[in-house]
């Protein structure tokens, strides 16, 4: 044992010393295929596995044939005695084999190891029965390889699985079907894993192979006798239901699914009623294989119908109604699994019935029934958990949302049948609120909601002659008229508020049920109730409500914002115990702002309001900021910046309810925000815990923009020089947006001020992309990405804005910086939507330098360097002509030769039929077309005309 273990750690180093040399690449797999058969170390083993692994994906592809036969050999004796008997118990090492003989094969089959599939086969004659699994295990894999849909494959993979899959059909799938009845028979009275296996094998691969070597008597008869074996019968069902989800004619389709059903039937297995099964996880198999049935008979009526094959298409028809029972009988059972594994076939049938020019009588009651089955499987249990959301909580969730998903099925195919279902429910929930649980209250409420979202108000609902005789008016008024309000239970009461907000359409032609409901919003019932849970939901809800109603709370505004004063002026350090969360008290700043600017009352009043409503903001943020010089406790600065944070984010969104300057004025308020602005620019100058309170300014100034226009001037240059010192990647990618925002706004105005900090920013912003990463973090990369977007983004806003003197006021050698910088973008940025963005920068430039000399050396780059980029991009294989976001920048290339020839005329085309087109060898005639598309065309046509060129130069060159 001393001396194996010795070799083992002996190659281990040895492989790695071969691995990191890349040298003596066939005797380091060779001596770990050997330590692979002698060593009992499992780590040691599976190292030595990776090895071979490591080789195969690698380096096999391009080895010559005498390592290629030397691995074939080494494969084939993991197969052999006495290997196979140290691995009864080691799954884990016995799918990483099965997995490197698949990579062996994809690699080799079937140029190289022609017999792969026949050398697996003749193993099997040993009868060993980890020979047995290991050549299921392997068989499994190469379906992973070859045919799992779930793998995204490139288009050379997939013409080399397709090779593989046509050459395994000529020469051996009729041997490997035949290996597995052998199995099955041989194996099914002693070992029922591996016969598990086997039907896996079945199923993987019956998608692809002729389907008579598995549907007929000999493997059906064996399938159907194991649905009776406990052991087998979950195997079994979802064999069976690979088969049955098989493409095929549809004819042939309808005969094979008859059959099955006709022999399940008469074996008991498939039953009309709940079964008494104490098995789930069998019921959830049969299930599918119901749920599969019926998507068979689904999709061969949808096939048959459109062929025009009326008459086959009814007894399809036919055939599908017949198994309504089980689709009703599995789709109510109390298992939500068993249920949910059906929900696609009652989706299915919907459709069809959608098809017909008009419903039967027993269609139109099957619909009903499926609906009343989809109300009751809605409810909640009674242990759901509301307070702490577990695995079963996050599940019923999602059964949910199926569920929901069949409801708009049958609401868009018969909306009145769903409309009076949903109305008498309500109406009876409502009438019996005390005695009736709250899952029944509950699924009435949510059914009236859905109803809303798949049968949105188009102006009808709630308005016109015969509106209040409406089913959804009648609905509503059963529901403000009620005490829903004061039920108990946390899911009805926020359902309630939902609804309130869903139909809020209702309180236009009601107005005077607005005061109950603000009641019910203000009290314990909701912002005010006991739990957080409510609290929290209700708060957002409540923003929500007063938008659409605000125009009718005018004259009890400042009443309302009286009720609420309390909850904003808490302020909590933390969330910690917090009445209400930060982003609680977001949505009710908001709602306060709006409040504040609604209430019928003068300018001045409302900017005394407003006043009050931001002035505690302020004060908390004047005293907590000399705290963080202050405080030595890491934990507590951190806490400190977060509220000063927020306190700055309540701030901001009380000014949401502005749209422009203008509202903003003559709402009185302008001068609140104004002076608001000192103390909040005051949060540039903490050291610490920079980037979290620069975010919060940046939120300010971002409104006030927006709010206080040209007010805001004065504050630019501090502000913009302060968020720019030690700025971070992240924090550059936020102040972008801000810059772009104020040269939108003040365009030329912006221009004295920029052209001072422009190479500031281009440094600050280029020295953070330059930053090294792994090329391995996924997140680094789009991190370094989105940071070359924005600062596209930043010189696109300056040449569409009016802007360009801030760039042509700097030096050659910084404006050839910048011109540069957006060239390289043009021709490597990874993403078309940038590269569009650079070309349209260039293009830009083009016009609006083109035709004069203002910008010394201009033009010389034009020639030199952008007209280049305009062939050498498209000309890449990377940049795809039928991608639609690199159809668009092809559009901006257009633009760019055409505003050329506009700007430059004759000078332009001379230098591409002299200078440029020749040194890259372009022909006459093809030269001869493009600048006739220049010439003539618009630049829709050209951007058409040079997909057609740069494909056809492809194909040239």
């Known amino acids: 044992a001393c001396v194996r273990t010795c070799v083992c750690v002996c190659v281990r180093a040895y492989v790695c010393v071969c691995v990191r040399a890349c040298v003596?690449?066939?005797?380091?797999?060779?001596?770990?295929?050997?330590?692979?058969?002698?060593?009992?170390?499992?780590?040691?083993?599976?190292?030595?596995?990776?090895?071979?692994?490591?080789?195969?994906?690698?380096r096999h592809s391009a080895a010559d044939d005498e390592t290629s036969m030397k691995l074939r050999k080494l494969l084939l004796s993991w197969l052999q005695e006495p290997f196979i008997s140290g691995l009864a118990d080691k799954n884990f090492v016995k799918n990483k084999m099965a997995q490197l003989f698949a990579m062996a094969c994809v690699v080799d089959y079937p140029s190289r190891w022609v017999s792969f599939f026949s050398d697996l086969l003749s193993c099997l004659s040993t009868g060993h029965l980890v020979?047995?699994?290991?050549?299921?295990?392997?068989?499994?894999?190469?379906?992973?390889?070859?045919?799992?849909?779930?793998?995204?494959?490139?288009?050379?993979?997939?013409?080399?699985?397709?090779?593989?899959?046509?050459?395994?059909?000529?020469?051996?799938?009729?041997?490997?079907?035949?290996?597995?009845?052998?199995?099955?028979?041989?194996?099914?009275?002693?070992?029922?894993?591996?016969?598990?296996?086997?039907?896996?094998?079945?199923?993987?691969?019956?998608?692809?192979?002729?389907?008579?070597?598995?549907?007929?008597?000999?493997?059906?008869?064996?399938?159907?006798?194991?649905?009776?074996?406990?052991?087998?019968?979950?195997?079994?069902?979802?064999?069976?239901?690979?088969?049955?989800?098989?493409?095929?004619?549809?004819?042939?389709?309808?005969?094979?699914?008859?059959?099955?059903?006709?022999?399940?039937?008469?074996?008991?297995?498939?039953?009309?009623?709940?079964?008494?099964?104490?098995?789930?996880?069998?019921?959830?198999?049969?299930?599918?294989?119901?749920?599969?049935?019926?998507?068979?008979?689904?999709?061969?009526?949808?096939?048959?119908?459109?062929?025009?094959?009326?008459?086959?298409?009814?007894?399809?028809?036919?055939?599908?109604?017949?198994?309504?029972?089980?689709?009703?009988?599995?789709?109510?059972?109390?298992?939500?699994?068993?249920?949910?594994?059906?929900?696609?076939?009652?989706?299915?049938?919907?459709?069809?019935?959608?098809?017909?020019?008009?419903?039967?009588?027993?269609?139109?009651?099957?619909?009903?029934?499926?609906?009343?089955?989809?109300?009751?499987?809605?409810?909640y249990d009674e242990g759901y958990s509301f307070l702490t959301e577990g695995e079963d909580e996050v599940m019923f969730m999602e059964y949910r949302r199926e569920l929901k998903v069949l409801f708009d099925n049958i609401t868009q195919l018969h909306s009145q049948l769903v409309l009076d279902t949903v109305n008498q429910l309500l109406v009876t929930m409502l009438n019996n609120l005390d005695t009736e649980g709250f899952m029944n209250v509950e699924v009435a409420l949510r059914f009236f909601y859905m109803l809303g979202e798949v049968l949105p108000d188009k102006g009808c609902h709630f308005s016109g002659p015969a509106a209040s005789s409406s089913p959804w008016h009648l609905m509503m008024d059963v529901v403000v008229n009620s005490r829903l309000s004061y039920h108990p239970h946390i899911a009805v009461k926020i359902q309630y508020?939902?609804?309130?907000?869903?139909?809020?359409?209702?309180?236009?032609?009601?107005?005077?049920?607005?005061?109950?409901?603000?009641?019910?919003?203000?009290?314990?019932?909701?912002?005010?109730?006991?739990?957080?849970?409510?609290?929290?939901?209700?708060?957002?809800?409540?923003?929500?409500?007063?938008?659409?109603?605000?125009?009718?709370?005018?004259?009890?505004?400042?009443?309302?914002?009286?009720?609420?004063?309390?909850?904003?002026?808490?302020?909590?350090?933390?969330?910690?115990?917090?009445?209400?969360?930060?982003?609680?008290?977001?949505?009710?700043?908001?709602?306060?702002?709006?409040?504040?600017?609604?209430?019928?009352?003068?300018?001045?009043?409302?900017?005394?309001?407003?006043?009050?409503?931001?002035?505690?903001?302020?004060?908390?943020?004047?005293?907590?900021?000399?705290?963080?010089?202050?405080?030595?406790?890491?934990?507590?600065?951190?806490?400190?910046?977060?509220?000063?944070?927020?306190?700055?984010?309540?701030?901001?969104?009380?000014?949401?309810?502005?749209?422009?300057?203008?509202?903003?004025?003559?709402?009185?308020?302008?001068?609140?925000?104004?002076?608001?602005?000192?103390?909040?620019?005051?949060?540039?100058?903490?050291?610490?815990?920079?980037?979290?309170?620069?975010?919060?300014?940046?939120?300010?100034?971002?409104?006030?923009?927006?709010?206080?226009?040209?007010?805001?001037?004065?504050?630019?240059?501090?502000?913009?020089?302060?968020?720019?010192?030690?700025?971070?990647?992240?924090?550059?990618?936020?102040?972008?947006?801000?810059?772009?925002?104020?040269?939108?706004?003040?365009?030329?105005?912006m221009s004295p001020f920029l052209q001072e900090v422009f190479m500031s920013i281009i440094h600050t912003i280029l020295k953070c992309s330059s930053e090294p990463y792994d090329p391995r973090d996924e997140e680094a990369a789009r991190d370094k990405q989105n940071l070359q977007k924005c600062y596209y983004h930043f010189i696109s806003s300056l040449v569409n804005n009016n802007a360009l003197e801030v760039i042509s006021s700097q030096g050659s050698s910084q404006l050839n910086e910048v011109l540069d910088s957006i060239v390289q973008g043009a021709m490597e940025f990874p993403d078309p939507s940038g590269q569009k963005i650079c070309f349209g920068i260039l293009k830009k430039l083009i016009e609006c330098w083109g035709q004069s000399q203002s910008v010394a050396g201009f033009m010389d780059y034009v020639y030199k360097t952008i007209i280049p980029s305009c062939f050498i991009v498209p000309m890449n294989s990377s940049f795809d002509l039928n991608d639609g976001h690199t159809f668009l920048a092809l559009g901006e290339i257009a633009g760019v030769l055409k505003t050329l020839y506009q700007k430059r005329g004759e000078e332009f085309l001379q230098f591409l039929v002299n200078t440029y087109l020749p040194s890259i060898n372009l022909s006459q005639d093809l030269t001869q077309l493009l600048l006739q598309a220049i010439q003539q065309a618009d630049a829709k046509v050209l951007k058409n005309y040079l997909k057609v060129f740069f494909t056809q130069l492809r194909t040239i060159s």
Not at 166 to 174: I, S
Not at 333 to 359: H, N, T
């Open 497 to 749: 508020f939902e609804l309130l907000v869903r139909y809020e359409r209702y309180f236009a032609a009601k107005p005077e049920h607005i005061s109950t409901v603000l009641e019910a919003f203000l009290d314990e019932r909701g912002i005010r109730n006991h739990h957080s849970m409510v609290r929290s939901r209700v708060s957002y809800l409540f923003l929500r409500f007063i938008k659409p109603v605000k125009n009718q709370l005018s004259g009890i505004a400042e009443q309302v914002l009286k009720r609420i004063e309390d909850l904003l002026f808490m302020l909590p350090e933390s969330d910690q115990g917090a009445y209400l969360s930060s982003n609680d008290l977001l949505f009710m700043y908001e709602a306060a702002g709006i409040l504040v600017v609604t209430s019928n009352t003068s300018s001045e009043r409302r900017c005394l309001l407003m006043n009050q409503l931001i002035r505690p903001a302020l004060d908390k943020l004047i005293y907590y900021y000399p705290k963080m010089s202050e405080v030595g406790d890491a934990t507590k600065l951190e806490g400190y910046a977060m509220f000063l944070y927020q306190l700055m984010s309540y701030i901001s969104r009380t000014t949401k309810v502005f749209p422009n300057q203008q509202i903003t004025r003559q709402s009185g308020c302008l001068q609140c925000f104004a002076e608001a602005l000192p103390v909040i620019l005051k949060g540039l100058e903490v050291p610490i815990h920079k980037e979290t309170l620069h975010s919060g300014v940046r939120q300010y100034l971002h409104r006030m923009i927006i709010c206080l226009g040209d007010e805001l001037l004065n504050y630019v240059p501090m502000a913009i020089t302060l968020l720019l010192k030690d700025c971070q990647s992240q924090n550059i990618q936020e102040f972008i947006p801000l810059i772009n925002q104020l040269i939108t706004k003040y365009k030329h105005r």
């Open 24 to 58: 003596r690449v066939c005797a380091c797999v060779c001596a770990c295929g050997c330590t692979i058969m002698v060593c009992s170390d499992e780590p040691v083993r599976f190292f030595c596995l990776q090895v071979v692994e490591h080789h195969i994906r690698e």
């Open 131 to 379: 020979v047995v699994d290991l050549y299921l295990r392997i068989l499994l894999a190469v379906d992973v390889e070859v045919v799992d849909r779930d793998i995204v494959h490139t288009p050379e993979e997939n013409q080399r699985n397709t090779l593989i899959k046509d050459t395994m059909r000529d020469h051996c799938v009729f041997s490997l079907v035949e290996s597995w009845y052998q199995i099955m028979v041989t194996f099914e009275q002693y070992d029922h894993e591996i016969t598990c296996l086997v039907m896996k094998v079945v199923g993987a691969y019956v998608s692809w192979i002729d389907i008579t070597y598995i549907a007929n008597d000999k493997f059906s008869s064996l399938l159907l006798r194991y649905l009776q074996v406990e052991q087998l019968q979950e195997s079994s069902c979802e064999c069976l239901t690979e088969i049955v989800s098989k493409g095929m004619d549809p004819m042939n389709k309808l005969q094979l699914v008859e059959s099955l059903t006709t022999t399940l039937k008469e074996m008991g297995i498939l039953t009309t009623s709940a079964s008494n099964d104490d098995d789930a996880d069998y019921q959830a198999k049969l299930s599918k294989l119901v749920n599969g049935i019926g998507m068979a008979l689904v999709i061969s009526y949808n096939k048959l119908l459109k062929g025009d094959n009326k008459e086959h298409a009814l007894i399809a028809l036919q055939a599908l109604e017949n198994k309504m029972p089980y689709l009703v009988r599995y789709l109510n059972d109390e298992d939500d699994d068993v249920s949910l594994a059906v929900i696609p076939f009652a989706i299915g049938y919907i459709g069809v019935l959608k098809s017909l020019d008009s419903m039967s009588k027993s269609q139109d009651e099957m619909l009903k029934q499926l609906l009343l089955i989809n109300i009751n499987k809605m409810k």
